[in-house]
């Protein structure tokens, strides 16, 4: 049984024992308001006289709600103590336990925001097996996300580093306000100028602003959300394969990037030297240069160089041995 209904059964026992000693008194001859002064004092213990001379039967009587009273008095508040004490105990524990989760976590994604927009992202960051924090300043919605939460405001940097903020590889800030997340954005580039920010901007124009605040890539859920909406009207199987290869999992193929660092067994070959489709399987569909620019369905005389970033497709095996020969 739990605390909760411990202690909802304890009260229940001790206004039915309230409730008996007063009609036992009215039946003995009290008036109302001296049966119900006579019983409570009886069940608490305080001792005051009698309110009206007892008869033989009313001696009995006054025992019996003694023994029953009494014992469910002290039940009752045994149960409240005890739940408040537990329930302090449990929420310091938890506390302790989450704040060990976080201090173990290396590489993770924070996550600023745990409204709708940042539970989804939270879902997506978990699903993949990525290391997840969120902050959120509403004790509910942070306890709502299945993840490590910090309950605190994301603009301070405190609550920042006690996400382990130092050794995250990401953050998003994702917040209503696009303030505020210009304010967490310059704090975490501050704290840690390592780390890939991703923003949330609910308009058009915060979007340079959060930008020069420091953040790596800024996205408008509005904006998305309509041309993932066009895209569906006027190219809907290309969208709908978009869609199920990067989010719903029905297909066994998926989209990867593979970073080519210094020293990869594949760096300053070819695509046709390198012979990454027989290798691994997988589909190279793109290269990304150190620069951010695109190159599209490269040629096979295309050579791979470090700093460059593999784009494929393939099923989750082939990815995988796509990572492995990449990073030889």
């Known amino acids: 049984?739990?605390?909760?209904?411990?202690l909802a059964s304890a009260l229940a026992a001790l206004a039915l024992v309230m409730v008996v000693g007063t009609i036992g008194y009215l039946l003995l001859g009290f008036s109302f308001l001296n049966a119900l002064f006579q019983t409570v004092t009886t069940v608490s213990t305080v001792g005051f006289r009698e309110v009206e001379p007892l008869t033989r039967n009313g001696q009995v009587f006054t025992m019996v709600l003694i023994?029953?009273?009494v014992g469910a008095a002290f039940y009752a508040f045994?149960?409240?103590i005890e739940t408040f004490v537990e329930g302090q105990l449990n929420e310091l524990l938890g506390r302790r336990r989450m704040d060990r989760s976080i201090a173990e976590l290396d590489g993770h994604v924070v996550v600023c925001g745990a409204g709708r927009v940042g539970r989804s992202i939270g879902e997506q960051v978990a699903g993949s097996g990525r290391g997840l924090v969120v902050i959120d300043a509403d004790v509910d919605a942070a306890n709502r996300c299945d993840a490590p939460a910090v309950v605190g405001d994301a603009t301070e940097d405190a609550v920042l580093r006690t996400a382990g903020i130092e050794r995250a590889s990401a953050l998003v800030a994702a917040v209503e306000?696009?303030?505020?997340?210009s304010f967490i954005v310059l704090s975490a580039r501050a704290l840690n100028p390592d780390l890939f920010i991703v923003a949330r901007a609910r308009s058009v124009d915060?979007?340079?602003k959060l930008r020069r605040a420091g953040a790596d890539r800024v996205v408008n859920p509005q904006s998305i959300g309509g041309s993932r909406m066009a895209a569906f009207?006027?190219?809907p199987n290309v969208a709908e394969f978009v869609d199920v290869v990067?989010?719903?999992?029905?297909?066994e193929f998926r989209l990867e990037e593979v970073p080519i660092h210094e020293g990869s067994t594949v760096a300053g070959q070819t695509l046709r030297d390198a012979h990454v489709r027989d290798r691994t399987g997988a589909l190279v569909l793109a290269l990304r240069s150190a620069d951010?620019?695109?190159l599209t369905n490269p040629p096979p005389d295309t050579v791979l160089q470090a700093g460059q970033v593999i784009i494929a497709i393939g099923t989750q095996d082939e990815l995988d041995a796509l990572g492995a020969f990449v990073t030889g």
Request: proline fraction near 0%.
């Open 1 to 6: 049984m739990s605390h909760w209904k411990r």
């Open 67 to 69: 023994v029953l009273g």
């Open 292 to 294: 951010g620019a695109f």
């Open 177 to 181: 306000s696009d303030a505020d997340n």
């Open 233 to 235: 009207v006027l190219h």
């Open 206 to 208: 915060s979007e340079e």
């Open 78 to 80: 045994g149960v409240i």
């Open 246 to 251: 990067m989010h719903e999992g029905n297909l």
